[in-house]
């Protein structure tokens, strides 16, 4: 018997966020992968991508269009992840934030203060272009979710 999605299930965006994680290690030639870092005293985060050899930490986001309530909040927290794995693995590492579309990245550049504190605190911002299947997928997805945050329920 076929399971049907919750109307606010992510199964999509997670695999875009894979597709994406894919992505970026071929176009800057590193291998991240997820991992749980402990910190210690019984609290452990989970990074979308570490490269230890190459010393990189990312993020990955897979919202297509613009950010609206409180997605930059999102990502922002994911900035502050990024950099308390960075105080945790000691030294500078590369601190990335890949997202999936133009119109989403743009909640970072300009006079904003998540753009200064991509600047200030030495992020990079990546727009991957995700394959058409995978970018359709997330949009009927984001439709889905639109709707059933609609209705409350």
Request: proline content about 3%; hydrophobic content about 40%.
């Amino acid at each position: 018997m076929p399971t049907t999605l919750h109307a606010s299930d992510s199964t999509e965006q997670r695999s875009a966020e894979v597709a994406l994680r894919e992505l970026i290690n071929v176009t800057l030639g590193c291998t991240l992968r997820p991992e749980t870092l402990d910190l210690g005293s019984g609290v452990k985060i989970n990074v979308d991508g570490i490269d230890r050899s190459n010393r990189m930490l990312c993020e990955v986001y897979s919202r297509i269009g613009r950010l609206k309530g409180s997605q930059p909040d999102k990502v922002a927290g994911d900035m502050l992840k990024l950099m308390l794995a960075e105080r945790t693995l000691g030294g500078t590492w590369r601190k990335l934030i890949c997202l999936a579309d133009l119109e989403a990245a743009k909640s970072f550049q300009g006079r904003t203060w998540l753009g200064a504190s991509i600047k200030t605190f030495g992020f990079e911002l990546h727009v991957i272009d995700l394959p058409a299947n995978v970018r359709g997928s997330l949009l009927a997805a984001q439709v889905r979710q639109v709707m059933v945050n609609a209705s409350g329920g």
